[in-house]
């Protein structure tokens, strides 16, 4: 066997177990795992001792100069993907979003336009259903154009994206029909609209600022969302998957369908692993406002104990980066503070800190939530999502233990700050291949801009 490239000497995490060993590439793909694999002169050697070698990670949920809240996403395809290469990140879904009037092949194609040469890493996007009426004849149009996720709002009327019951169900019963899967943002919004109206004073605005955002979203705004889409997923059959769920009610919801044959599967982001609704005390609280927002530590343990026993299957990242001078925009009401945070550099280092580091989940139950789970989940497996013969060679290299501080002066992303800044991370990519090509280097950006391609899909849904 030729290798371009051997891997030399790493433990070295495979859907078969770990092992010390190494792990051979020719072109584009992973060719030999083995012990003591031989190379030619021309072979190109990558020392990993003393590292873990892991798959490249996917983030599914990802939003990139995505126009929102009155202004754009500061991350653009090339800020965004160099910072999900510097944390292991090789693959990123983002929901390509029909602007007023448009048709979801519309949609995808200005997503192309964002990415095309521009992403470091390999993409796709989710196709985001906005105006059921237009829509719904054209969703087997874009499955066949390769695009098998599709995404509905429950909320954000006053951004032209929300969806209602009938177009939830009837997209259910599509992606039934096609095998395809929907994705929902899952928050009540009725409620939610009532509850915001009742403290939208300015007396009250003056008294609780960005507290109120944790105010009017209490866990039952998820929770009353979460119970009836399930509910159109049972009564359908047509795949539905959960997406940034932040509440232990939402996670128990979730058990409960699975447990009775519902083909739901349900994905949280790192924050609602990490932080707290505490930060909205902060003088600087209205940073961290995102939708849905960080909730209580009863549910940050509920969400790990449900990445443990299954039914969170995916971390990601709901990255949708907002820089200081964009979230200013709030000025006191906290219904205008752009909603989002950087996410795509941290979400490795954080899981591994926190997760594996910190005794929540073993090294494995990592690498399946963010690399094998989404790569099965979205359709990309076997060619994404693990280190196996065949697949593509995108593979990140951490070390167990050597942290670094985040600082936003030294990171890829747009953003002029982290939630995390000052925070001790093990778990940044050391070394990221994608498709054989070395992108990270020794903890640096390397790789050529543009040189991500798009990926087609046929299949989405299969649950791990
Ligand atoms: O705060 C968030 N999550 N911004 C992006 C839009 C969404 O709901 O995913
Ligand atoms: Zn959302
Ligand atoms: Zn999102």
Redesign the pocket.
Known sequence: MAFDQIIKGGNVVTPAGIFTGDVGITGEKISALGVNLEGDNSTKVIDAKGHHVIPGVLDV?V?LE?P??GTV?ADDYRSGTRAGARGGVTTLID?AIPYAGESLSQAADNWMKKAEGKSLIDYTFHICITRWNDHKDQIKGMVDRGFTTFKE?M??ESEGWQSDDRAMFGTLEKMKEYGTMLLV?AESARVLDELIARHHTPEIMQKYGARLHRMTRPNFIEAEAIQRAVQWCEATGGQLYI??MSTGEGADIIRAAQARGVPVLAETCVQYLVLDDSVFDREDGHLY????QVKKPKDVQRLWKGLKSGEVSVVST?T?TFDREQKAMWNGDWTKIP???PGLETLMPLTYTHGVLGGKISLEEMCTKLSTNPAKIMGLYPKKGALQVGADADIAIIHPDIKHTVDPNSMETNADWSPYEGWELAGFSRTTLSRGDVIVDDYCVVGKEGRGQWLPRKTAGLAS
């Open positions: 949920h939003h995505l929102f809240c996403s929901f709002f909320i954000y943002h997406v940034h406002a995102c939708c849905p709901d949708c909603m989002g945070m």
